[in-house]
């Protein structure tokens, strides 16, 4: 059984960071390609970024870039999110998704979703 599964949210102060991981069981992360998505109360899931499962590309939208970085570690299975100066547009449920496809922002292309976890950023 494929299964993502999302941890490291909570509430933060604007300013602070969090450590997003998903982990993936049933299959190889490294065989496809992880992006993160977020969706606000009210608003539709959104992308935020990826990293390919060839080559290990990565991207960003330009809300979180400079400000995120996506990793990966093959031994665990697992890849990060790593989110630094955090805003509070930054509130959020964030999902992990995985595609065999290329990286992509097109979330059609993902089968495989992880249950979300919540990001709250407030003073």
Do not use: H
Request: charged residues 15%; contains cysteine.
């Amino acid at each position: 059984q494929l299964q993502l599964v999302e941890s490291g949210g909570g509430l933060v102060q604007p300013g602070g960071s969090l450590r997003l991981s998903c982990a993936a069981s049933g299959f190889t992360l490294d065989d496809y390609s992880i992006g993160w998505f977020r969706q606000a109360p009210g608003k539709e899931r959104e992308g935020v970024s990826y990293i390919s499962n060839r080559g290990g590309n990565t991207a960003y939208k330009d809300l979180v870039k400079g400000r995120f970085t996506i990793s990966r570690d093959n031994a665990k299975n697992t890849v990060y999110l790593q989110m630094n100066s955090l805003k509070p547009e930054d509130t959020a449920v964030y999902y992990c998704a995985a595609t065999t496809y290329y990286g992509s922002y097109y979330q059609g292309w993902y089968a495989y979703w992880g249950q979300g976890t919540q990001v709250t950023v407030s003073s």
